[in-house]
């Protein structure tokens, strides 16, 4: 019944954008944090960027600083994950997750299924 949707990944050269979404259903209003996380080929999952639903409040990843923008409607049941400037050490699954509070190392009790990433030199 909960679910989260990922789309809007693609193909792309260095230099360019994407903005990957996530729809969330199911969830009410007791969801905390939604946010994006990626994998990519033999390395581990890192999270990405995330938004706190309680008060707007968004991490990011030190590697996508000023790149990267996370957004969504007033309650957040869309995100987006606005990303500028993509290099090709962005390929990767990106992941939609809730997390059960809003801090960046907090559990994640839902994922999506993922969206792929490539970014071409």
């Known amino acids: 019944q909960v679910q989260l949707v990922e789309s809007g990944g693609g193909l792309v050269q260095a230099g360019g954008f994407l903005r990957p979404s996530c729809a969330a259903f199911g969830f009410g209003d007791d969801y905390l944090s939604l946010g994006w996380f990626r994998q990519a080929p033999g390395k581990e999952r890192e999270g990405v960027s995330y938004v706190c639903v309680s008060d707007g409040s968004t991490y990011y990843a030190d590697s996508v600083k000023g790149r990267f923008t996370i957004s969504g409607d007033n309650a957040y049941n869309t995100v987006y994950l606005q990303m500028k400037r993509l290099k090709p050490e962005d390929t990767a699954v990106y992941y939609c997750?809730?997390?059960?509070?809003?801090?960046?190392?907090?559990?994640?009790?839902?994922w999506g299924q993922g969206t792929q990433v490539t970014v071409s030199s």
């Open positions: 997750a809730h997390k059960v509070n809003c801090d960046p190392s907090a559990l994640i009790d839902a």
